[in-house]
């Protein structure tokens, strides 16, 4: 119903819909850019604030200096005993907040500038200051207890360089050296102050730089120094009351500042928190990169205001929205109403119901005249479909009665089809049966004959060929039998010759004397494995003209210097124990889309030379005596026909089945 009210209001607000939101994102993400580029402005200025602080600190550092060595209190300090210039020294350093100072003679000077630019330059004549990394070792030669102070443990920080340090013992210090030049003393003024742990001096510069209430506040605003990556004075908050010593820079931080030497300015996780973040890197008096000088402020509040306003435009645009749309519906009543009448009329009609119509409608113009015109069409229609419902009726009567006769005409073409499929084969076998037993029975007759003559004879004298003509007689036997059998083929299930219980072992070896003309002429190389199987319950006759089938089969399907495998093997068939024998040859296989024909009754691959009964009858002796026979191509080439008899003593129990 509300189709109609819809499209028609997407299409009126659609440049509300459309424009507005897109205006709104290309604002939005243009006063976004402005505002993260404002920030990052607010974070480079306090950098540079806390810059100016260190350098004013290491000046200042450097001026105090170079004013106690000019002063005529040093001088008379110097020319007196040890007592009265540790007593100076020790006042000078604490009214300067130094946490060393120290006199150099010439000799010591000179061994100390080896190590420190800053006092190779002050025995040049020039006052030097600059940062310097102390190792534990030099902090213990120095008075007080620094080493201790500025030893800090490391804490493992997320996204950090892995490191297998656990504590960090050097100390950054604000290195200071003036030249002194008394009478009758020459040498270098020392000081410095330990910046580890040095929460006034981190402290200043985090009072200093966020004076005001925007990027400052409570633990808004946080400034850190780092030595190489490990904060060692900072007011950024690991816990409630606890600074974050000894937590680590993240590697992406460190790559830029003090790998690379360039200024970082832009968000950065710091500890637990991300922070709009500016990261200096500080150099030694050796120009090496050392530590980093941070300042930063938290990103939360900024992103919160960002959020806000882009809700806040989101709504404003989302109330206009809701404003006009009922005002747009409410002034296109008039057009709605006519229009969804329709709709529903038409939904009505799509369900079923012909007789629905518009009626009357109260507008004007061409949307009064479109609903009469529709009602006319829907009168048309409906008679239509009346008219077409009779002629549809009358039509499926006459479907029903003719599919009933073309039902009953296929079902007598059924029958004719089977019983003329049945004729042909019957007539077939009749026909190839009758050959075979003129072609086959007469010469054994005469085979058969002429072995008795032989033995009436020669009389005593056969007894060298005994074994010969025995061989004679059973193969002359065996051939009539096959005879026999051959025509029992149209009816393979109507009986046979009592089976009896052979050794398949022993039937595959009198197979391979008879066949050995065969595999002599292909020059065919036999290899036989035997493995203990049980003995089967099958007419050896029978078994030996499918295993001669198969054989004879092989031998013809390879070329010369072919090789032909037999193997006996005991097997399990559906929990039936039995022995299989497997024939494999090294021939081209059989094609695979008639290796599912092979076995079907005049089904032959060489035209001319068979009959295509030899697999088809070996099936059926061997199905006869509850076994299954089966052929599949090797992966290596070649065909493999399996014959698979239940053991002799499980034949009550296949029988069962």
């Known amino acids: 119903m509300t189709s109609v009210r819809l499209r028609l209001l997407v299409l009126a607000l659609a440049p509300l819909i459309l ?44 001026e105090e200096l170079l004013g106690v060595a000019g002063s005529v209190e040093f001088a008379r300090v110097l020319g007196g005993d040890a007592t009265a210039q540790q007593d100076f020294f020790g006042r000078k350093q604490a009214a300067l907040g130094l946490d060393f100072l120290t006199f150099l003679p010439g000799p010591e000077a000179n061994t100390a500038a080896q190590r420190w ?36 443990d490391l804490i ?3 996204a950090a360089v892995p490191t297998d340090r656990k504590v960090e013992d050097r100390g950054m210090v604000v290195h200071s050296a003036t030249p ?41 605003g946080t400034a850190t120094l780092f030595l190489e990556d490990v904060r060692v004075s900072t007011n950024v908050r690991l816990f409630e009351n606890v600074r974050a010593l000894g937590t680590r820079v993240s590697a992406i931080v460190r790559g830029t500042v003090l790998d690379e030497g360039r200024t970082w300015l832009d968000r950065a996780f710091v500890v637990n928190d991300w922070y709009i973040s500016g990261y200096l890197p500080l150099t030694d008096s050796r120009g090496q990169r050392v530590g980093m000088l941070y300042v930063g ?25 809701a404003l006009s749309a009922p005002v747009f519906l409410w002034m296109a009543k ?40 529709l009602d006319d069409l829907l009168d048309q229609v409906q008679d239509r479909d009346r008219r077409l419902r009779a002629w549809a009726d009358e039509l499926n009567q006459r479907v029903d009665q003719r599919t009933a006769q073309l039902r009953e005409a296929n079902d007598k073409l059924e029958d004719t089809y089977r019983q003329l499929v049945v004729s042909e084969k019957l007539a077939s076998i009749g026909e190839i049966t009758a050959g075979v037993a003129h072609e086959i029975n007469n010469p054994v007759a005469v085979i058969q004959g002429n072995v008795d003559v032989i033995r009436e004879t020669l009389g005593a004298g056969t007894e060298p060929v005994k074994t010969e003509l025995d061989l004679i007689d059973d193969q002359v036997a065996r051939i009539s039998v096959i005879v026999g059998k051959l025509l029992h083929f149209a009816g393979p ?55 001669i089938n198969l054989i004879v089969n092989a031998v013809q399907a390879m070329s010369r210097d072919g090789q032909l495998e037999l193997e006996l093997i005991p097997k399990e068939h559906s929990g039936v124990p039995g022995a299989c024998l497997i024939v494999r040859d090294t021939g081209p296989g059989v094609p695979e889309d008639i290796i599912a024909s092979v076995f079907d009754p005049f089904f032959t691959t060489k035209r001319g030379l068979g009959t295509g009964l030899g697999l088809s009858i070996s099936q059926t002796l061997v199905q006869r005596a509850g076994g299954r026979i089966s052929v599949r191509n090797r992966p290596k080439g070649g065909a493999e026909f399996s014959v698979w008899l239940p053991a002799a003593d499980s034949e009550e129990a296949l029988a069962a089945q």
């Open 334 to 373: 008039g057009i709605f109403a006519p229009l969804e009448r329709m709709t529903q009329t038409m939904s009505r009609v799509g369900s079923g119901n012909l007789s629905a119509r518009i009626g009357p409608v109260k507008a004007k113009g061409e949307i009064g005249e479109v609903a009469g015109h």
């Open 117 to 152: 630019p800053v006092i190779a330059s002050a025995l040049a004549g020039r006052a030097d200051t600059s940062i310097d990394i102390f190792d534990a070792t030099e902090l213990a030669r120095l008075p007080g207890d620094l080493a201790t102070r500025a030893r800090i």
């Open 297 to 321: 402020f938290l990103e939360a509040p900024f992103t919160a205001a960002k959020r806000h306003a882009i809700l806040w435009m989101l709504g404003a645009f989302a109330a206009v929205l």
């Open 19 to 62: 424009l507005m939101p897109l205006l709104l994102v290309i604002g939005m993400t243009r006063w976004t850019t402005d505002y993260d580029k404002l920030l990052i402005a607010n974070v480079e200025s306090d950098l540079r604030i806390a810059e100016q602080y260190l350098e004013r600190l290491m000046t200042g550092t450097g």
């Open 180 to 220: 002194v030049a008394l009478d009758g003393h020459h040498g270098v003024l020392v000081g410095g102050i330990l910046l580890n742990r040095n929460l006034d001096f981190i402290d200043s510069i985090n009072a200093l730089v966020y004076l005001n209430a925007v990027t400052g506040g409570e633990r808004q």
């Open 493 to 547: 299930g109507e009986g046979g010759d009592q089976a009896q219980v052979s050794d398949l072992k022993v039937v595959v070896r009198d197979c391979l004397v008879l066949v050995q003309h065969e595999i002599a002429k292909g020059e065919i190389s036999v290899r036989t494995t035997f493995h203990p199987a049980p003995l089967v319950c099958m007419d050896a006759g029978e078994m030996q003209q499918v295993i």
């Open 156 to 158: 493992d920080t997320e």
